[in-house]
């Protein structure tokens, strides 16, 4: 499977600043996506991120708050802007290869948020 | 409202027995079934999956189960072994608007006792 490098893996943010992360996967694949684990919960995915163009959210996540770049087939940004305690969470880059592995989505190490 | 349920959060087993993770699902156009295993501190690494044709794939240790009718699947860990401690997380995908959508379980964290 391709392997997915994130950054930052980590970070501790100031309430109402914004942060990107960054998500780098070794081989061009056909589908980006952005998910989020908050504490105890499960993973919910926040938008597909779409090769030059705009991103498709899902229900509860818009694009002022978390937006997406995909400039190319390996590389992808997610920004949580105006941050506040409730988006201390995990932020995890994913991607599916139909072509290569099929129905399956792998994940990337995941970005530790916590906004203070 | 949760399209894909793991009922039980937690689920302990001790070292050489088997562990039985359950799922399941309301939606029937869901037609790829997929289970990972997280480790604290690491994102998702997937374990086995299984399409809707089928009702059983197998791979080594890990089986997994379909039963559409009942819209369930289980994951099947013989023998358990104590680095299998971690948490589950079954997943259901479905073709929506031309790409696939992974739906994701609230997991069970199983712990095997050595």
């Known amino acids: 499977s391709a392997v997915i490098s994130q950054k930052p893996s980590r970070d501790i943010c100031q309430r109402g600043t914004s942060l990107t992360i960054q998500c780098q996967v070794d081989s061009q694949v056909t589908m980006m996506f952005w998910y989020r684990q908050q504490p105890g919960q499960s993973l919910t995915l926040i938008a597909t991120?779409?090769?030059?163009?705009?991103?498709?959210?899902e229900s509860g996540f818009v694009i002022d708050k978390f937006p997406i770049s995909r400039p190319n087939l390996t590389f992808s940004t997610l920004t949580v802007s105006n941050m506040s305690p409730e988006d201390s969470s995990i932020y995890l880059c994913?991607?599916?290869?139909?072509?290569?592995?099929?129905?399956?989505?792998?994940f990337g190490e995941g970005s530790w948020l916590t906004v203070v | 409202d949760q399209q894909v349920k793991q009922n039980s959060p937690s689920l302990s087993v001790q070292e050489g027995r088997i562990s039985i993770l359950n799922c399941d699902y309301t939606n029937s156009m869901f037609d790829y079934f997929l289970w990972y295993k997280k480790y604290p501190a690491e994102g998702p690494t997937f374990l086995i999956s299984i399409s809707s044709i089928k009702d059983k794939n197998e791979d080594g240790r890990f089986t997994v189960f379909l039963n559409k009718s009942a819209k369930h699947l289980s994951l099947h860990i013989v023998p358990s072994q104590p680095g299998d401690s971690a948490v589950y997380f079954c997943?259901?995908?479905?073709?929506?608007?031309?790409?696939?959508?992974?739906?994701f379980g609230t997991g069970t964290r199983l712990k095997v006792l050595a």
């Open positions: 994913s991607v599916e290869d139909l072509l290569r592995t099929g129905n399956t989505i792998y």
């Open positions: 997943a259901a995908s479905a073709l929506n608007s031309g790409t696939y959508k992974y739906i």
């Open positions: 991120a779409n090769q030059g163009s705009e991103a498709t959210y």
